[in-house]
């Protein structure tokens, strides 16, 4: 597939893996990511280009774009930032909710919006994929404020679907807990760890590389009758209950 894909959050987890699973397919990317020196190193190991930058600056969105594209197109864009923000309702502030929604759903809007153009003018079609959570379609305690926001994004990639086909598809992965920087808190108690995964109908918790196949395969020419879907990795916990 012709024209770069541009990848949010590429230097960890899930956006690393997903940059070197579109890279072994063949794809062109462009990273993104703050952290400058571990950037440059994936880049260079790649064969990327990228940019470094803050998404709170008020400029980045769009020299991402322009960057990623330099006034050609764009094959595809992957957004792979997020948050992790587990409280009880009594102790969430309102700076929680407003910071959990900026980073997993109107940064996720302002990154496709920025490329749009790119994106567009893209021959046979271009692959938006997004990240929601296991916690939107299975209610947790504690989870208010990211299942709300991630609920959010869940409504933005069938929003988007609808009205960006048939040039552009939009999809959404949901994993369940997957062993990430991100998630250290929860993952590196091995008792907590082992007890979440239990809670799976297939017994372990997640991986960036189980996120980064699907996609990969969004983003190739295997996956272009595909869009508006919200797609779950989660070891079957959003819909399977097993005995016991």
């Not at 950037?39 to 774009?65: C, H, M, N, P, Q």
């Not at 305690?141 to 960006?164: C, D, Y």
């Amino acid at each position: 597939m012709s024209g770069k894909i541009i990848v949010f959050g590429a230097t960890g987890g899930i956006g690393e893996a997903s940059a070197c699973a579109l890279h072994q397919q063949g794809d062109g990317l462009h990273l993104v990511a703050r952290n400058g020196e571990a950037l440059a190193a994936l880049a260079g190991e790649l064969g990327a280009s990228y940019t470094i930058a803050d998404l709170d600056e008020a400029d980045a969105f769009t020299r991402v774009a322009e960057e990623a594209a330099q006034g050609g197109t764009l094959a595809g864009l992957v957004f792979a930032i997020g948050t992790i923000n587990l409280k009880p309702l009594a102790r969430l502030t309102r700076a929680d909710f407003e910071r959990d929604y900026l980073v997993n759903a109107l940064w996720a809007a302002q990154a496709v919006q920025a490329a749009f153009p790119a994106l567009a003018k893209h021959e046979g079609g271009a692959s938006v994929v997004l990240f929601s959570s296991v916690a939107v379609a299975q209610g947790f305690p504690n989870h208010a404020s990211i299942g709300m926001a991630k609920g959010a994004v869940e409504a933005l990639t069938r929003s988007l679907a609808a009205e960006l086909a048939p040039k552009i598809r939009v999809n959404c992965i949901a994993p369940s807990l997957t062993r990430t920087a991100l998630a250290e808190k929860l993952t590196a108690n091995v008792q907590m760890a082992d007890a979440i995964a239990a809670m799976h109908p297939l017994p372990r918790l997640g991986t960036p590389e189980d996120m980064a196949h699907l996609v990969a395969l969004l983003a190739s020419t295997r996956g272009t009758w595909m869009t508006g879907q919200v797609i779950a990795v989660d070891g079957g916990r959003s819909t399977l209950r097993t005995k016991g």
